[in-house]
């Protein structure tokens, strides 16, 4: 299965603890395609989207349209998760591109990764040219990098 960073799918989110979104609801993919699509990896990274209005960098808005939100919506950063690829229910389509941005903002913030060094979509890029997994340079995807040393 391929999906873009950005697609709205509808994921079924329980058994849920505390706090964590409850439900069938939509969400936004956030994990490298290529790590998706590859069946070794049965795991996706999402992030819940609400109804209810959010402030900040941690709950960017979601327009209705394309993506498949019928109403104004909002992506909760703070609620980022891996998800069994068998949670997926329905796909949809993607948000358009700055509202992934201001996703990709958040989750620098959230992550405390260095926004200094570039965008988080630079890095996904990068990676995405190193493969999935394994150290750069590596034909071996389960290389460590002290493999790699000697």
Do not use: N
Request: with cysteine; proline share 8%; glycine share 12%.
């Amino acid at each position: 299965m391929t999906l873009e960073r950005g697609t709205i799918v509808v994921l079924g989110l329980d058994p849920t603890v505390g706090h964590e979104r409850r439900g069938v609801r939509p969400c936004v993919v956030v994990s490298d395609p290529g790590v998706v699509a590859d069946q070794r990896f049965p795991l996706i990274g999402i992030i819940p989207v609400t109804g209810t209005a959010g402030e900040g960098a941690l709950y960017p808005a979601l327009s209705p349209g394309e993506s498949g939100l019928k109403k104004r919506s909002y992506a909760l950063v703070d609620q980022v998760r891996s998800v069994d690829k068998r949670r997926i229910r329905r796909v949809f389509g993607p948000v358009a591109p700055d509202q992934l941005r201001a996703i990709d903002e958040g989750l620098a913030l959230f992550l405390g990764l260095d926004s200094e060094s570039g965008s988080a979509g630079s890095e996904s890029a990068e990676s995405s040219a190193q493969g999935p997994v394994g150290v750069e340079g590596s034909s071996d995807p389960d290389a460590r990098p002290e493999d790699e040393a000697s």
